[in-house]
């Protein structure tokens, strides 16, 4: 088989588009943006990908108020992202702010609060640290990464780390 051959796009017409997408969104919530770039892998051209994703929408098949929400509920429950993180990968995929910010409003703050909890206890048990003070900035590291706010992870890794020796003694 030549590399050409194996880089040839299935390519797709509209209706068999539309029906492969129905499928995929009957499972799983998907985006306008998750839609738009399979269609692209398809080989759609773009006016008929537009048409069938007004079907999809239209049909309520694609709801981004509706996959925002999901989103945001399963990287808080399952993934433990923050804010931050989350905020982030549903920009990247497009989604109107105004959207993000209404299924960030309907989180859980104080869970939000006491699962980073959860997960610098976790990581301080597998951290490898020489001092105190080394393994609170290594739980505030690892916060922030989770896409959690600077005040609420310095507050929990403070919670965890109580003596901590500052770096002035150097």
Same mark, same amino acid.
């Given at each position: 088989?030549? +590399?050409?051959?194996?880089?040839?796009?299935?390519?797709?017409? +509209?209706?068999?588009?539309?029906?492969?997408?129905?499928?995929?969104?009957?499972?799983?919530?998907?985006?306008?943006?998750?839609?738009?770039?399979?269609?692209?892998?398809?080989?759609?051209?773009?006016?008929?990908?537009?048409?069938?994703?007004?079907?999809?929408?239209?049909?309520?098949?694609?709801?981004?108020?509706?996959?925002? !929400?999901?989103?945001?509920?399963?990287?808080?429950?399952?993934?433990?992202? !923050?804010?931050?993180?989350?905020?982030?990968?549903?920009?990247?995929?497009?989604?109107?702010?105004?959207?993000?910010?209404?299924?960030?409003?309907?989180?859980?703050? +104080?869970?939000?609060?006491?699962?980073?909890?959860?997960?610098?206890?976790?990581?301080?048990? $597998?951290?490898?640290?020489?001092?105190?003070?080394?393994?609170?900035?290594?739980?505030?590291?690892?916060?922030?990464?989770?896409?959690?706010?600077?005040? $609420?992870?310095?507050?929990?890794?403070?919670?965890?780390? $109580?003596?901590?020796?500052?770096?002035?003694?150097?």
């Amino acid at each position: 088989m030549q +590399p050409d051959e194996i880089r040839k796009k299935k390519v797709k017409t +509209p209706e068999q588009a539309l029906a492969a997408l129905m499928r995929l969104c009957a499972r799983a919530e998907k985006s306008q943006e998750d839609a738009r770039r399979l269609m692209r892998g398809w080989g759609l051209a773009e006016r008929d990908a537009e048409g069938v994703l007004a079907k999809l929408v239209r049909d309520c098949f694609i709801d981004d108020a509706r996959y925002a !929400g999901a989103f945001v509920r399963e990287k808080l429950r399952l993934s433990g992202w !923050g804010e931050y993180k989350i905020r982030t990968a549903l920009q990247r995929k497009r989604i109107d702010r105004a959207l993000i910010d209404a299924a960030l409003a309907e989180a859980d703050r +104080p869970a939000m609060g006491e699962r980073l909890c959860r997960q610098l206890e976790r990581k301080a048990r $597998t951290a490898k640290y020489s001092t105190q003070y080394e393994l609170k900035t290594k739980l505030i590291r690892y916060g922030l990464s989770l896409g959690y706010d600077y005040e $609420t992870v310095v507050e929990a890794a403070s919670g965890l780390v $109580t003596d901590t020796e500052t770096c002035d003694e150097f």
